[in-house]
């Protein structure tokens, strides 16, 4: 599956809300994460950002969706991993 476009600025902490939170918290539970999809990019995405960026190998590890972290949500393998927030 290929990533949608990614547009600026990055989802960050705290408390940033639109559609494109939305639509990455949707993907990240479609991949199996126990996020709320509730368009409000707080603490809980932050971290679950940070363990999918550490499960996947991405750097910074910094919990900001910019534009890698964003086309891995929809191009990387879904692994089975046991991580926080899974």
């Not at 600025?9 to 949707?26: G, K």
């Amino acid at each position: 599956m290929h990533a949608p476009p990614y547009t600026p600025p990055p989802l960050t902490n705290p408390t940033f809300n639109d559609d494109r939170v939305r639509q990455w918290q949707q993907r990240m539970k479609d991949r199996g994460w126990n996020i709320t999809v509730d368009s409000d990019y707080g603490d809980q995405s932050e971290s679950i950002c940070r363990a999918f960026q550490k499960e996947k190998g991405l750097r910074p590890v910094d919990g900001i969706v910019g534009p890698v972290t964003w086309k891995a949500t929809w191009e990387a393998p879904i692994t089975a991993a046991a991580s926080p927030g899974r």
